[in-house]
């Protein structure tokens, strides 16, 4: 856990950085404490920052393609000190992380289609939770969910180690650790299950709480189904901070028959524990509300068009998944 002291003295060392900008071009100067305030930028008074910083990374996906490796949102008032926690998102085929975090259409790439805009940015902020959202770039604007070294043993935990000691330190006042957050929540869209499914498989992030996957059921499943059964007793509501996986899925995006197989693959897991009422299951066309998020493991069919699910659904998410709350300023 990181201490007043550290991230004091790490803000005074930065009075020593020089103005250099990062790889990106998108280089920040480390953010002072706001002048009268007694809390440390690392504690969330910082001057504000670009609404998205991009960064590229030895440890992206696909280093070395040219383009930003992750885009990076830190909500206004993020505080390093106080149970961080971290958004972790995979788009889907034919997107980007701009299109991604953007509220509006975007396109991926140079004369390219716009793309649907996922509204990410809007939605965290708009749920206060008090979590860094990290959107990791796989292919560009292309027909494929390749999800390149996030698929190879400790890929997760290499970029984020990288992102946070040699990108994010100046900008937050302090250097986060992978392995001291509160919680990680994994969401993926469409195809971006196989980036997911990597991280969780072997992405060595011990603190991956919960796994969203938003019409991304394509495959995975064994991966998925085997992270549940690994910690099964710990997806039970009664419990402090339970574990959660949550299928979103609709009637036509393709995955309907992957994740109605999954329903029963689940119940198998935790019946023998006990905990077969830890499993929702809603195959009908009512719409999300909180009480399905209420369940440790949901499964629910959704009304909303495939390419809609990430600005539909992100903030209910968001705010269900026991993040620490960012305090009103």
């Known amino acids: 856990m990181l201490t007043r002291a550290l991230c004091v003295a790490t803000a005074v060392a930065a009075l020593f950085l020089s103005d250099q900008a990062t790889s990106s071009g998108m280089g920040e100067?480390?953010?002072?404490?706001?002048?009268?305030?007694?809390?440390?930028?690392?504690?969330?008074?910082?001057?504000?920052?670009?609404e998205t910083l991009s960064y590229t990374l030895r440890w992206g996906a696909f280093p070395g393609s040219g383009r930003a490796d992750v885009a990076v949102h830190v909500p206004p008032g993020f505080d390093a000190t106080r149970?961080?926690?971290?958004?972790?998102?995979?788009?889907?085929?034919?997107?980007?992380?701009?299109?991604?975090?953007?509220?509006?259409?975007?396109?991926?790439?140079?004369e390219g289609s716009p793309r649907p805009g996922g509204g990410l940015i809007a939605q965290v902020d708009a749920s206060r939770v008090n979590a860094i959202l990290v959107a990791v770039e796989v292919r560009p604007d292309a027909p494929t969910g390749e999800p390149g070294q996030m698929a190879m043993p400790g890929g997760a935990h290499g970029l984020l180690r990288e992102l946070?000691?040699?990108?994010?330190?100046?900008?937050?006042?302090?250097?986060?650790?992978?392995?001291?957050?509160?919680?990680?929540?994994?969401?993926?869209?469409?195809?971006?299950?196989?980036?997911?499914?990597?991280?969780?498989?072997?992405?060595?992030?011990?603190?991956?709480?919960?796994?969203?996957?938003?019409?991304?059921l394509y495959g995975g499943q064994n991966i998925f189904a085997r992270w549940i059964a690994e910690d099964a007793m710990r997806f039970d509501a009664r419990?402090?901070?339970?574990?959660r996986f949550v299928d979103l899925y609709t009637c036509c995006g393709g995955t309907l028959g992957s994740s109605r197989s999954m329903v029963g693959r689940v119940s198998d897991i935790l019946g023998p524990v006990g905990l077969v009422r830890s499993v929702r299951d809603d195959d009908g066309?009512?719409?999300?509300?909180?009480?399905?998020?209420?369940?440790?493991?949901?499964?629910?069919?959704?009304?909303?068009?495939?390419?809609?699910?990430?600005?539909?659904?992100?903030?209910?998410?968001?705010?269900?998944?026991?993040?620490?709350?960012?305090?009103?300023r």
Not at 30 to 49: F, H, K, Q, V
Not at 182 to 199: E, K, M, N
């Open 29 to 50: 100067r480390m953010r002072l404490a706001i002048p009268g305030n007694s809390r440390s930028a690392c504690e969330g008074a910082r001057a504000p920052l670009s």
């Open 83 to 110: 149970r961080p926690g971290l958004v972790l998102y995979f788009h889907g085929w034919q997107s980007c992380v701009e299109a991604a975090l953007s509220t509006t259409d975007v396109p991926c790439a140079d």
């Open 164 to 216: 946070f000691s040699e990108k994010l330190a100046a900008p937050l006042g302090c250097t986060l650790d992978p392995d001291g957050l509160d919680r990680i929540v994994v969401v993926a869209h469409s195809g971006g299950y196989q980036a997911a499914a990597g991280v969780v498989e072997g992405g060595d992030l011990p603190r991956i709480t919960e796994v969203d996957l938003l019409d991304a």
């Open 239 to 243: 419990i402090m901070s339970p574990l």
């Open 285 to 328: 066309d009512s719409e999300l509300d909180g009480e399905d998020l209420t369940a440790p493991v949901v499964f629910k069919r959704v009304r909303r068009a495939h390419a809609d699910l990430p600005k539909a659904y992100l903030r209910a998410l968001l705010e269900a998944a026991g993040f620490a709350q960012i305090s009103p």
